[in-house]
């Protein structure tokens, strides 16, 4: 008898259906996903690469070797790389740990106007392509509304949160590169805080440097802000980045308005103009120059008096910081509040091997050469590892949110 059209299958003649997903495969930029691979054969070694084009075209990429559990699996949630771009267990280290593909490129670059981020992930076997997925990184929270802001002298953007309830403001500062911090504002709206990432020079009508710039001028921006309709009353906080994080904490120390101060990178004391020269003041008060410290001399008249403060302080530094000692000028401000018996709340969260990016509120590729400044034309190295980076940012973006969270729900 001839029979036709029956198949004996045997364990070893299986056909695996290789799957590759990202889960949640949408999410905001500082929110992680996990990559998963299915359909492997147990112990099988494969290798996930991933790949990105950033704001200024360049292609970025990374990979790592993995092996699957007994269930043919790779979770990169809960298992490290035996081998390839990074160690130890990371969700999107794939992505933490890019690299450029051309070399000249220095630093990755977002992508402009808050555009979303897609991020390729491909699952290989010796090289043949066995499944791919995609991640979409958004840099603002669906609902977010952006206001360009052009009131009187003020210039920057707004951004109001979704929902509609007043909601404790932020006015955020940047730093000597000048512009409007637009990235960390969207980043504060999509978690529920009114934001004004507020220029004060390098932007439209502004000055073009950071020299004698007015703290009248923050007074009205952040005095505007806490006067919308959707600014819960009595909640206004500042952050600032570097010299952002020099003025933030200069600004707490002098209008009792602000009741909490968030500071990246920051400085202890009040340093000069940037970057044209290596002298002059940086700010003004009244029409006249605030004392300054200069890096080979300091002036005990220029450090901010931070414990005239009227609400706690959050500081985040690196001890790898390749621009100036903010982890040592960050401990000196802990130190001088303690000393003045300091009642709110501080804390310097200091990160071993980050640079002058620590806690940079989002996920991306934190390697980087040195970089040229965009006022200045000088070539800095930000300093820091790529896992001492991501390291700071994994661990403080909880931390910062929690804080403005407790400052805006205190009675």
């Known amino acids: 008898m001839r029979i036709t059209g029956v198949f004996l299958w045997t364990a070893a003649s299986i056909a695996f259906a290789q799957a590759l997903t990202v889960t949640p495969d949408h999410v905001l930029s500082d929110e992680p996903a996990s990559v998963r691979a299915s359909g492997l054969q147990p112990g099988e070694r494969v290798t996930i690469r991933a ?38 267990v990371s969700p999107l280290g794939l992505v933490w740990f890019m690299m450029p593909a051309q070399k000249n490129v220095a630093a990755y670059a977002a992508p402009r106007n808050l555009a979303p981020q897609t991020i390729g992930f491909e699952l290989l076997r010796k090289g043949e392509k066995l499944a791919s997925a995609h991640l979409q ?20 953007v707004m951004f109001v949160p979704a929902g509609g309830e007043r909601s404790a403001a932020v006015l955020v500062v940047g730093g000597s590169n000048g512009g409007a911090p637009t990235r960390q504002a969207a980043w504060l709206a999509s978690r ?5 990432a507020l ?8 000055p073009d440097q950071l020299e004698a710039i007015p703290l009248e001028y923050f007074q009205q921006g952040f005095t505007w802000l806490a006067a919308r309709p959707e600014a819960m009353p009595g909640r206004l906080a500042v952050m600032g980045t570097s010299r952002g994080g020099e003025l933030a904490l200069q600004l707490g120390s002098m209008f009792p308005r602000i009741g909490a101060v968030v500071a990246y990178v920051p400085a202890n004391v009040r340093f000069p103009a940037c970057c044209r020269n290596t002298g002059g003041p940086a700010w003004t008060w009244t029409g006249r120059p605030l004392a300054y410290s200069l890096p080979r001399f300091r002036s ?23 621009v100036w000692n903010s982890w040592d000028m960050a401990d000196d401000i802990v130190s001088r509040l303690k000393r003045h ?44 590892t790529p896992k001492g980076d991501a390291d700071s940012s994994s661990d403080s973006i909880p931390k910062v949110l929690a804080f403005l969270r407790k400052f805006a729900d205190a009675r």
């Open 51 to 88: 790949e990105l084009t950033d704001g200024a075209g360049a292609q970025w990429t990374a990979q790592a070797d993995f092996v699957a559990d007994d269930a043919g699996a790779v979770d990169t949630a809960k298992q490290a790389p035996a081998g390839g771009a990074y160690k130890e």
């Open 137 to 156: 990184q958004d840099a603002v929270a669906e609902g977010v509304r952006r206001v360009v802001v052009r009131d009187g002298a003020l210039r920057g």
């Open 192 to 196: 529920g805080f009114l934001a004004l």
């Open 199 to 206: 220029a004060y020079f390098r932007y439209e009508d502004l």
């Open 300 to 322: 005990p008249e220029s450090e901010i008096q931070v414990e005239r403060t009227r609400g706690p302080i959050l500081m985040i530094s690196g001890e790898s910081d390749g």
């Open 341 to 384: 018996h300091f009642e709110y709340e501080f804390a310097n969260l200091k990160y071993p091997h980050a640079g002058h990016a620590s806690g940079r509120p989002e996920i991306r590729p934190t390697w980087h050469g040195a970089i040229r400044h965009p006022v200045s034309g000088r070539i800095n190295n930000p300093g820091g």
